[in-house]
């Protein structure tokens, strides 16, 4: 049982911010729902390349959008059409492509109904990059989480090699900056801070310390603190 309403916290930012890592810790520490919204847009990315479908073709890429389903499983899995896919999702080839199928107005229109529902009665921890904007303006509690670019890519380079992802430091880092210039620059809801949003710069936060300075943003915006 909760003893507060429904609270929504929304977690932005550019490519490889560390926004999932510390949203997932935020929710554990608060049990609330964590939602990965990148997942989602992955997720529909990988359903085009498995049906041989170009994600660069919005009417290619929309035709499959009634014969899929994205849920997240009691772990945080993500699951396409009943399978597994959430270390597919994370392949070179679905994070070169997810910008194109994110840039698409239908594409987003349809996942971001599946996302307002999952915040409908329950409390979450949603990550992406515009639910403070767009999703859910709502939001209790609204966090733009940056880090530089070349912070951002040496992680993600790391993250990769634990995963057994080979690809070069140099090759991340573009795929960081094309992606930071797609996600910002698209007509659609792009990347942008909300007005109300507090911003909290992680290059030299370790990932405790980010965790705790949303949890504090939380106490603050909404009294709430963590179970454990
Ligand atoms: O957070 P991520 O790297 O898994 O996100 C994958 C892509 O999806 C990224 O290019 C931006 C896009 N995205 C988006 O446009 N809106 C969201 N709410 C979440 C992700």
């Known amino acids: ?22 949203a997932k810790r935020v929710a554990e520490r608060l049990g609330f729902t964590y ?42 899995k993500t699951i396409l059409c009943g399978e597994d896919v959430s270390k597919m999702i994370r392949q070179p080839i679905v994070s070169g492509n997810v910008s194109y199928i994110a840039a698409m107005k239908p594409i987003r229109l349809a996942l971001v109904e599946m996302q307002r529902k999952m915040a409908d009665s329950r409390s979450v921890v949603m990550d992406g990059r515009d639910i403070g904007t767009y999703v859910l303006p709502q939001a209790q509690v609204k966090i733009f989480q940056i880090a530089s670019v070349e912070t951002r890519a040496v992680r993600r380079y790391e993250e990769n090699l634990e995963k057994g992802i080979n690809t070069s430091l140099k090759e991340v880092e573009e795929d960081v900056r094309k992606r930071d210039y797609i996600d910002s620059h698209r007509e659609f809801a792009p990347l942008k801070p909300a007005p109300d949003s507090v911003l909290i710069d992680t290059s030299f936060l370790s990932i405790e310390e980010s965790v705790n300075a949303v949890l504090e943003v939380v106490k603050d915006k909404t009294g709430v603190t963590p179970k454990c």
């Open 1 to 22: 049982m909760q003893d507060h309403p429904v609270i929504a916290i929304a977690i932005d930012g550019p490519a490889a911010a560390g926004k999932s890592t510390v």
């Open 35 to 76: 939602i990965d919204t990148g997942a989602m847009y992955r997720a529909v990315t990988l359903a085009c390349i498995k049906n041989g479908l170009d994600p660069k073709d919005e009417a290619q890429a929309v035709s499959l959008l009634p014969s899929i389903s994205i849920e997240f499983d009691s772990e945080g």
